[in-house]
Structure formats: C-alpha cells, structure tokens
T-cell receptor, first 110, second 114 residues
Framework: KQEVTQIPAALSVPEGENLVLNCSFT??????LQWFRQDPGKGLTSLLL?????REQTSGRLNASLDKSSGRSTLYIAASQPGDSATYLC?????????FGAGTQVVVTP | GAGVSQSPSNKVTEKGKDVELRCDPI?????LYWYRQRLGQGLEFLIY????????KSGLPSDRFSAERTGESVSTLTIQRTQQEDSAVYLC????????????FGPGTRLTVL
C-alpha cells in the first residue's frame, strides 16, 4: 500500500526566504507526482505535475524535483511572498487513484 | 473552458437524514474522483470512475456511502443516514483518460451534520 509523507507539517518563514517542502512515498511504481496548493475553505489548485520519467518541473518561482528510486520529491519556492501562505499537498498517482500526503502548512510573514 | 463544479457549496443537515452531493467534471474528462477532507486532515480517497469501467469503490467508508456516474458526465455522491463523523469537505476531481494527466479539483461541498 502506498504511503505518502510530508515533512514538515508546518513551516513559517519571513518574506524573501526560499521554501523547501519535502514529500516521500513508499512505492516507486508511480505514473506521476503532483503538487497542489490549498487555501483555507477552498479546493485544490494544481501547481506542478512531474511524470515518472522526469526529474524536475519548473513554473515561475516554483521548482519540483522527483527521485523515483528513493521515493522523494521536493518543492522549492524561491523568494517567498505572503501570498504563498497556504497548505501544500503532494500526491502520487499509481494505478488509478491519487494518494495524498497530509500536507505542509506554510506561513510567510511580511 | 469551465472547471469542475460542485453543488451545493455548503450543506447543513440533521443526523439521520440522507444527502446528495453533485459533481460536474470538465467536459471530455473520462476519469472522476471523490475525496473527503475532514477538518485539519489530508484528503481521503472515496471512489474513482473511469469511463464505462466498474468504479473503484475501495475508499468508501461504509455502505451508507454510494456514488453514481452516468457515462462521462455528472456524478452524485449519496450519504444515507448521515452521522456527525460524516462532517467534512467533499471534493471532486477529474482528468482526461490518460495516466499522465493533471487532476483538476472542484471547490468542494462543505457538509455539516448536526
């Protein structure tokens, strides 16, 4: 059974610092890994999707890496801003469904 | 184009009543998922529909929960004889019929059982 773990559970940084969010998974037989953002009271917004054959994906200030053999992904957010405050979830796609981690709650202070 | 939509956005019901939640996926998306998110917790998979294949119901927590989908269109999640522990946000997501696709989520339905 796939287990997805996100560390840390919560993170607070001053504006301008880089954010590093970690995601680990136990079964490397995945199709892809996806990072989402969730704002309070709202649904999920997809940030980045990394296929199992890829090593990283970039979008603006966001960069996500994937090391499938070791079961790890890292989301980097450069030069954090207060608007980056949210909960970040990673999810791995195996056969059929996505398996989610519990998320990392991020607060960026001005 | 339009995203995934869900209705109602909020539902308050009394314990023991039945509720029905609706999800309209993005047009052309053959795969549809239901998830549950309890307060302060992660997403919990409930059920997965893929085209005309038999749905994956492995995440449904009890036989009070059921879901239907007609073809590749709207899906309804029904909870019978609601209990207080059913209070949560119910999220729906869809993607195209490819294993490599991004999942798109609806805004969710917040269910409160009194």
């Amino acid at each position: 059974k796939q287990e997805v773990t996100q560390i840390p559970a919560a993170l607070s940084v001053p504006e301008g610092e880089n954010l590093v969010l970690n995601c680990s998974f136990t079964d490397s037989a995945i199709y892809n890994l996806q990072w989402f953002r969730q704002d309070p009271g709202k649904g999920l917004t997809s940030l980045l999707l990394i296929q199992s054959s890829q090593r990283e994906q970039t979008s603006g200030r966001l960069n996500a890496s994937l090391d499938k053999s070791s079961g790890r992904s890292t989301l980097y957010i450069a030069a954090s801003q207060p608007g980056d405050s949210a909960t970040y979830l990673c999810a791995v796609r195996g056969w059929g469904k996505l398996q989610f981690g519990a998320g990392t709650q991020v607060v960026v202070t001005p | 184009g339009a995203g995934v939509s869900q209705s109602p956005s909020n539902k308050v019901t009394e314990k023991g009543k039945d509720v029905e939640l609706r999800c309209d996926p993005i047009s052309g998306h053959t795969a549809l998922y239901w998830y549950r998110q309890r307060l302060g917790q992660g997403l919990e998979f409930l059920i997965y529909f893929q085209g005309n294949s038999a749905p994956d119901k492995s995440g449904l927590p009890s036989d009070r929960f059921s879901a239907e989908r007609t073809g590749e269109s709207v899906s309804t999640l029904t909870i019978q004889r609601t209990q207080q522990e059913d209070s949560a946000v119910y999220l729906c997501a869809s993607h195209r019929d490819r294993g490599t696709d991004t999942q798109y989520f609806g805004p969710g339905t917040r269910l409160t059982v009194l």
